[in-house]
């Protein structure tokens, strides 16, 4: 009878809501055919053995990706369990939510998500739901800072210069990702100021209601402080912005469009889509749109609300530059469209009771990688495929030499780098040799060298499935591993191809 119910109730749903059962249904589909199975309770992993740096989303997808395969890890987090599993997510606002549509942030394929905006708590639950999954909650270290890892004799890794308590390690996969502790930048006479000042990463529990608001900063953070802002009833919300960037509507079709440039970067069409964005959705707002800087040029801004609260009155959005902190709020120099930063303009206070510094976060440092991966010319992000260092393909950066660009965080590019690592590893023949990847990389610029910012400054998800497509193509080892990097399916049919060629190996040296 209950199975009856459910059936019906499902049925329902379905009726009621068709686009969300056919979501639900497509991530359900998706978790069947590409999920690596979880290993069992007492099911032994072996090598190629990898540490993974970060336990933030990018590390605990990477982990479970490889544990999913056969292969073992142990993942060493800086911060505690509470502060450290999940990464960012774990140290956000709970009123904290996903801008572009979860579609494009399946960043494992076990991932089901029960909405299109999931909030801070959903993605933490998420992310701590596979983290759980695969088993790696006996393979996480928390409150451990890495500090080095060097290779001993063997070439095996070395975490901490500590083989007694970790072992060795045949890959490192640095996911320290992007964002770290919160970043407040220094404001002239700011101890002038009567009110509060919080980070933008530090509202919960903050009272706004009926006071005036006064966000510095206009990157993604200032939006989320300026939502929170309005959610609490603030009387007056102004958002300091010294630049301009550009906004995209929070939508999965237009996202996903331009994310498709696979020239990665500005190119002559560009101002279509730029022309498209400024007369169907900033209308009468494009005064605040970008002047002089392209859309394929810097992370944008995915946000559809915005302009609605700008034009109901509830917000204002003004450039220019801080010239002082006052005690009933902040010394604004004005700068019309197209002004650079610091350039004329006209003074006048803006009023504020309370300063919200939606400054973003210092970037987590690769400082413990050996000194040997920063080379002149071939430093992060100039690396091959962006996240390996021509001097040791048996590190992988994921996430975390990331600039700019339009794409995604899905679980399609952060498995396909794992199972790269792990073919490198595996399969001998099919590692870049690093002249070979320098190569690559001067290739790359030189394809890129009109692009407005550096070659790897800036890319899209599609310039990203082409890097793929072609390194997979120029070395013919690499065919037989195709689906398994793309795809994460077949892997026992090239790995027994590659134990055959180590028997040949092996024979012909000893008949040498």
Same mark, same amino acid.
């Given at each position: ?116 905006? /999931? ?149 002559? !069409? ?18 605040? *749109? ?70 973003? !976060?210092?970037? /987590? *440092? ?26 040791? /393909? ?16 899905? +679980? ?22 690093? /002249? ?71 024979? +012909?040296?000893?008949?040498?």
């Amino acid at each position: 009878m209950a199975l009856i119910d459910r059936a019906r109730s499902l049925l329902v749903f379905a009726v009621k809501n068709p686009l969300a059962f056919l979501y639900i249904l497509l991530q359900e589909i998706l978790a069947f055919v590409f999920s690596p199975a979880p290993p069992p309770p007492t099911g032994h992993l072996h090598r190629p053995r990898i540490a993974v740096i970060g336990g933030g989303l990018t590390g605990v997808s990477s982990a479970a990706h490889c544990v999913g395969h056969g292969f073992d890890v142990e993942i060493f987090e800086a911060r505690p369990k509470a502060k450290g599993l999940g990464g960012i997510w774990s140290r956000v606002n709970s009123t904290s939510a996903l801008q572009i549509h979860s579609i494009m942030f399946r960043f494992h394929p076990s991932v089901k998500w029960e909405s299109a905006y /999931p909030s801070q708590e959903q993605i933490k639950k998420q992310i701590v739901s596979v983290w759980e999954k695969y088993g790696l909650d006996k393979k996480t270290t928390f409150d451990t800072p890495v500090h080095s890892v060097k290779k001993d004799s063997f070439g095996k890794w070395i975490i901490n210069n500590n083989t007694a308590e970790y072992g060795t390690f045949d890959g490192i996969i640095a996911a320290v990702g992007s964002c770290g502790d919160p970043k407040m930048v220094s404001l002239p006479n700011h101890a002038n100021f009567k009110g509060p000042t919080f980070h933008s990463s530090d509202l919960d529990g903050k009272q706004v209601k009926g006071k005036k608001v006064l966000v510095i900063g206009g990157g993604a953070s200032a939006i989320e402080a300026l939502e929170y802002a309005v959610k609490c009833e603030a009387a007056e919300i102004d958002v300091l912005s010294r630049s301009d960037k550009w906004i995209i509507p929070r939508n999965v079709f237009v996202d996903a469009i331009l994310s498709m440039n696979i020239f990665g970067g500005e190119t002559s !069409f560009s101002w279509i889509p730029e022309w498209l964005l400024r007369k169907f959705f900033y209308r009468d707002l494009d005064d605040i *749109s970008p002047s002089g800087k392209g859309l394929y040029t810097d992370t944008p801004m995915v946000n559809s609300e915005l302009f609605d609260q700008i034009r109901a009155g509830k917000a204002r959005w003004l450039r220019g530059d801080i010239v002082s902190v006052e005690e009933n709020g902040i010394l604004f120099n004005h700068r019309a469209k197209g002004v650079p930063k610091g350039g004329p303009g006209h003074e006048s206070q803006v009023q504020g009771d309370v300063i919200i510094m939606a400054t973003g !976060f210092k970037r /987590p *440092s690769l400082s413990f990688l050996p000194d040997t991966v920063f080379e002149d010319r071939y430093g992060p992000p100039n690396w091959y495929l962006q996240v390996f260092p021509p001097q040791d /393909p048996s590190i992988c950066a994921t996430n975390s030499t990331y600039l700019n660009a339009i794409g995604t965080v899905g +679980n399609y590019h952060i498995g396909i780098y794992t199972r790269l690592l792990l073919m490198f590893l595996v399969d001998p023949l099919t590692r870049p040799q690093e /002249p070979l990847m320098k190569l690559w990389i001067e290739f790359t610029r030189f394809v890129k060298q009109f692009a407005p910012t550096g070659a790897f400054d800036f890319f899209t998800y599609a310039e990203l499935i082409y890097w793929y497509c072609f390194v997979s193509i120029v070395n013919p080892f690499r065919w037989k591993w195709v689906p398994f990097i793309f795809f994460g399916m077949f892997r026992g049919l090239p790995a027994t191809v590659v134990e055959q060629e180590d028997r040949l190996r092996d024979s +012909n040296g000893k008949a040498k």
